[in-house]
């Protein structure tokens, strides 16, 4: 079963593929694709996994529960940075950012100075050392400011340059590179090109080592690279070519990681491009042309790179759960202040049902939120459990419930949220920019792994036992005997996995009872896990090698496990908080079992319909669409982009034709 790798950008092909609009990237076959994807994957698991569980039909709390909290140094540090930043933030003009479309020079230097852009940065290279949980807890307070600060330091210190030195780099990398980035040096990862994204094998940014195998030379153009209009080193993923080597030895190459200085001759920022949302993002179109970069500046061995992206963006993805975590404390304390303030019909807005439904879809799901990001940091800070699963649910849940948030408070907010903030204060009303954070939510959907990547990356995961087992059942390729020989084999394994899927402490209503009234939801998802499980082999039996192909399948069981995910954590969490304090603790489970009631109908609805959908016909239906067969529909209308220039921009190498958008902010 083939997943593709993210949103990043990876290949294994030569520089002498053609590239133009009409031919853009080097032409590659299904399999070749599926070779290089899963050459990157982790396949081992040598820590637990709690979301692994899940997935398997193993429900096993002790993972998470009781619930990680920091370290008392991480809580003493941590809490000091945040008081400081707060005051800080406080300062800043978040409607400059959102009129100038510019975060300022002296706001910049300002969060130089707090150490922002060395928050994740090892004390002993001059950064902070904050642990994860506090460093999102800051993105919490900078994207509240306004979303494009949370972009901003996320892309320097979650995919930039100081993660993959941190993880990868030797001990010179990390002396040279690691206190510059502490010191201010903003980064950024450059990994997608204008017809590459998340298929690996097709990346056309080259670099080829020199004959005397001092230097390499890189050639391409990196398109969506955030912080490139501005970052003075960045991290560039490039194939390097198959080579021999001085001694006669030959190299496979493949994609590979270089740190390379923003000022390097040939490098030109040829575009700062502006989105729907996040005003403030510097992001831009960058193009290599013979830029020259020595092999100590190459991260790994030659080909390690997908890797490498992949591994970053593990923890990395943490970034977007915090800042959506903020997202829903912000939604409902303006939905909260705003319904109270709205009368309608004789009494405040948020005292009718169509509203106050509404609310406490917030107030529920700005605490499962907080639980999700809070649970999967602190997993990650332990270094105890594998948390690769984790983060990927978490970026996923978080990305598309926080956007709902942004959706019901403009709802909430009727005309009032559709108009901007700028305009609510010329006319003397609150400025509310809740269309903005509708605007500036959306790209989390997209950013680190689209919604419908994440779905098959985290399938990929959540099935590798299946596939194990299966071996042959699962290939495209293998023969009528191979197969038989599979099925005899994976026999053996389901003969003693199935029977563990029948019973399990979530029939046994004295499960759980530590929780109090949480344990209900808790025996409910220990059930619902094991369903899952019992599910996903089905489909297996069903379509064995084609189930790669039932995308929205495996995307529903995802989406399951995701919601059970969330729910385990809250219910950890309200129990965590109810032992420091009782008062607040009594809140926290009514907001925890108000969240677990509302995500059990999503669960159930989505386990009915896996079976019960109109896949098969949608499928037909956008053959035909895609066919032209529909053509006539999309008479009456004009089409104001036709002419304007291609679907894809040209990439292919060469010299810039641009003047350089470099900006220097320091």
Same mark, same amino acid.
Request: aromatic content about 8%.
């Given at each position: 079963?083939?997943?593709?790798?993210?949103?990043?950008?990876?290949?294994?092909?030569?520089?002498?593929?053609?590239?133009?609009?009409?031919?853009?990237?080097?032409?590659?076959?299904?399999?070749?694709?599926?070779?290089?994807?899963?050459?990157?994957?982790?396949?081992?698991?040598?820590?637990?996994?709690?979301?692994?569980?899940?997935?398997?039909?193993?429900?096993? /709390?002790?993972?998470?529960? #009781?619930?990680?909290?920091?370290?008392?140094?991480?809580?003493?540090?941590?809490?000091?940075?945040?008081?400081?930043?707060?005051?800080?933030?406080?300062?800043?003009?978040?409607?400059?950012?959102?009129?100038?479309?510019?975060?300022?020079?002296?706001?910049?230097?300002?969060?130089?100075?707090?150490?922002?852009?060395?928050?994740?940065?090892?004390?002993?290279?001059?950064?902070?050392?904050?642990?994860?949980?506090?460093?999102?807890?800051?993105?919490?307070?900078?994207?509240?400011?306004?979303?494009?600060?949370?972009?901003?330091?996320?892309?320097?210190?979650?995919?930039?340059?100081?993660?993959?030195?941190?993880?990868?780099?030797?001990?010179?990398?990390?002396?040279?590179?690691?206190?510059?980035?502490?010191?201010?040096?903003?980064?950024?990862?450059?990994?997608?090109?204008? +017809?590459?994204?998340?298929?690996?094998?097709?990346?056309?940014?080259?670099?080829?080592?020199?004959?005397?195998?001092?230097?390499?030379?890189?050639?391409?153009?990196?398109?969506?690279?955030?912080?490139?209009?501005?970052?003075?080193?960045?991290?560039?993923?490039?194939?390097? #070519?198959?080579?021999?080597?001085?001694?006669?030895?030959?190299?496979?190459?493949?994609?590979?990681?270089?740190?390379?200085?923003?000022?390097?001759?040939?490098?030109?920022?040829?575009?700062?491009?502006?989105?729907?949302?996040?005003?403030?993002?510097?992001?831009?179109?960058?193009?290599?042309?013979?830029?020259?970069?020595?092999?100590?500046?190459?991260?790994?061995?030659?080909?390690?790179?997908?890797?490498?992206?992949?591994?970053?963006?593990?923890?990395?993805?943490?970034? /977007?759960?915090?800042?959506?975590?903020?997202?829903?404390?912000?939604?409902?304390?303006?939905?909260?202040?705003? =319904?109270?303030?709205?009368?309608?019909?004789?009494?405040?807005?948020?005292?009718?049902?169509?509203?106050?439904?509404?609310?406490?879809?917030?107030?529920?799901?700005?605490?499962?939120?907080?639980?999700?990001?809070?649970?999967?940091?602190?997993?990650?800070?332990?270094?105890?459990?594998?948390?690769?699963?984790?983060?990927?649910?978490?970026?996923?849940?978080?990305?598309?419930?926080?956007?709902?948030?942004?959706?019901?408070?403009?709802?909430?907010?009727?005309?009032?949220?559709?108009?901007?903030?700028?305009?609510?204060?010329?006319?003397?009303?609150?400025? !509310?920019?809740?269309?903005?954070?509708?605007?500036?939510?959306?790209?989390?959907?997209?950013?680190?792994? =689209?919604?419908?990547?994440?779905?098959?990356?985290?399938?990929?995961?959540?099935?590798?036992?299946?596939?194990?087992?299966?071996?042959?059942?699962? =290939?495209?390729?293998?023969?009528?005997?191979?197969?038989?020989?599979a099925a005899v084999a994976a026999s053996g394994f389901y003969a003693k996995w199935l029977p563990k899927l029948a019973v399990g402490r979530g029939m046994d209503p004295r499960s759980?009872?530590?929780?109090?009234?949480?344990?209900?939801?808790?025996?409910?998802?220990?059930?619902?896990?094991?369903?899952?499980?019992?599910?996903?082999?089905?489909?297996?039996?069903?379509?064995?090698?084609?189930?790669?192909?039932?995308?929205?399948?495996?995307?529903?069981?995802? +989406?399951?496990?995701?919601?059970?995910?969330?729910?385990?954590?809250?219910?950890?969490?309200?129990?965590?908080?109810?032992?420091?304090?009782? !008062?607040?603790?009594?809140?926290? /489970?009514?907001?925890?079992?108000?969240?677990?009631?509302?995500?059990?109908?999503?669960?159930?609805?989505?386990?009915?319909?896996?079976?019960?959908?109109?896949?098969?016909?949608?499928?037909?239906?956008? =053959?035909?669409?895609?066919?032209?067969?529909?053509?006539?529909?999309?008479?009456?209308?004009?089409?104001?982009?036709?002419?304007?220039?291609?679907?894809?921009?040209?990439?292919?190498?060469? #010299?810039?034709?641009?003047?350089?958008?470099?900006?220097?902010?320091?």
């Amino acid at each position: 079963m083939s997943i593709k790798a993210d949103n990043a950008s990876a290949g294994t092909y030569p520089a002498s593929e053609n590239h133009s609009p009409e031919n853009p990237g080097p032409k590659v076959t299904e399999q070749d694709a599926r070779k290089v994807a899963e050459d990157a994957r982790e396949t081992s698991w040598t820590r637990p996994s709690f979301a692994r569980g899940l997935y398997l039909g193993s429900f096993d /709390i002790a993972l998470i529960h #009781p619930h990680p909290e920091p370290t008392a140094d991480d809580t003493k540090r941590g809490g000091e940075f945040l008081g400081r930043l707060r005051t800080y933030c406080e300062t800043l003009d978040s409607a400059r950012i959102e009129r100038d479309a510019l975060i300022p020079d002296e706001y910049l230097a300002g969060l130089t100075e707090l150490g922002v852009f060395g928050m994740k940065i090892p004390r002993e290279y001059g950064g902070l050392g904050l642990s994860l949980t506090y460093y999102g807890r800051a993105l919490q307070l900078l994207g509240s400011v306004h979303p494009s600060f949370g972009a901003l330091v996320s892309a320097h210190q979650s995919i930039g340059v100081p993660e993959p030195v941190k993880v990868f780099g030797t001990e010179e990398q990390k002396r040279e590179y690691l206190p510059r980035c502490a010191a201010g040096a903003i980064t950024a990862f450059l990994l997608t090109e204008p +017809d590459v994204g998340s298929d690996p094998a097709r990346m056309g940014c080259t670099a080829v080592l020199s004959e005397d195998g001092s230097e390499y030379v890189v050639d391409g153009v990196k398109l969506w690279t955030t912080n490139g209009v501005i970052a003075e080193i960045v991290v560039v993923m490039a194939t390097v #070519p198959r080579h021999t080597l001085p001694d006669g030895t030959q190299a496979k190459g493949g994609i590979t990681a270089f740190v390379v200085e923003a000022d390097t001759p040939g490098v030109t920022v040829e575009n700062r491009n502006s989105f729907m949302g996040l005003r403030g993002i510097e992001n831009g179109v960058t193009r290599f042309h013979q830029v020259h970069i020595p092999v100590a500046n190459r991260l790994g061995r030659e080909g390690q790179g997908l890797k490498i992206a992949l591994t970053t963006l593990n923890t990395g993805r943490l970034s /977007i759960p915090g800042m959506c975590a903020a997202t829903g404390k912000w939604t409902l304390k303006i939905a909260r202040e705003w =319904s109270n303030a709205r009368t309608q019909w004789g009494k405040p807005v948020g005292e009718h049902e169509a509203v106050g439904k509404k609310i406490a879809f917030l107030a529920a799901t700005a605490f499962a939120l907080e639980a999700v990001f809070e649970l999967s940091a602190e997993l990650a800070d332990s270094g105890m459990k594998d948390v690769r699963i984790e983060a990927a649910l978490a970026k996923l849940w978080s990305s598309e419930m926080a956007y709902r948030c942004a959706d019901e408070l403009v709802q909430i907010r009727g005309g009032r949220g559709y108009e901007t903030a700028a305009s609510l204060a010329a006319r003397g009303e609150r400025a !509310v920019p809740a269309e903005q954070l509708l605007r500036d939510m959306r790209i989390n959907r997209i950013f680190e792994g =689209s919604t419908e990547i994440m779905h098959l990356l985290i399938a990929r995961e959540a099935v590798d036992a299946h596939l194990s087992a299966a071996g042959d059942l699962a =290939s495209t390729t293998a023969s009528l005997q191979d197969k038989g020989k599979a099925a005899v084999a994976a026999s053996g394994f389901y003969a003693k996995w199935l029977p563990k899927l029948a019973v399990g402490r979530g029939m046994d209503p004295r499960s759980y009872n530590e929780f109090g009234p949480l344990a209900k939801h808790l025996r409910y998802v220990e059930r619902e896990s094991r369903k899952l499980a019992r599910q996903t082999f089905y489909g297996m039996g069903r379509w064995q090698a084609k189930l790669e192909y039932k995308q929205a399948f495996l995307g529903r069981i995802v +989406d399951i496990g995701a919601e059970l995910f969330a729910m385990a954590a809250c219910c950890s969490r309200a129990e965590m908080l109810r032992v420091k304090d009782p !008062v607040q603790g009594r809140y926290a /489970i009514e907001l925890a079992d108000a969240f677990c009631g509302q995500a059990r109908l999503r669960v159930d609805a989505l386990f009915t319909d896996l079976w019960h959908n109109t896949d098969d016909g949608d499928r037909r239906l956008a =053959s035909q669409v895609l066919a032209g067969d529909f053509g006539w529909l999309e008479h009456g209308i004009i089409d104001v982009s036709e002419g304007t220039g291609p679907w894809i921009s040209d990439a292919a190498p060469g #010299p810039s034709r641009k003047e350089n958008q470099r900006r220097r902010y320091r």
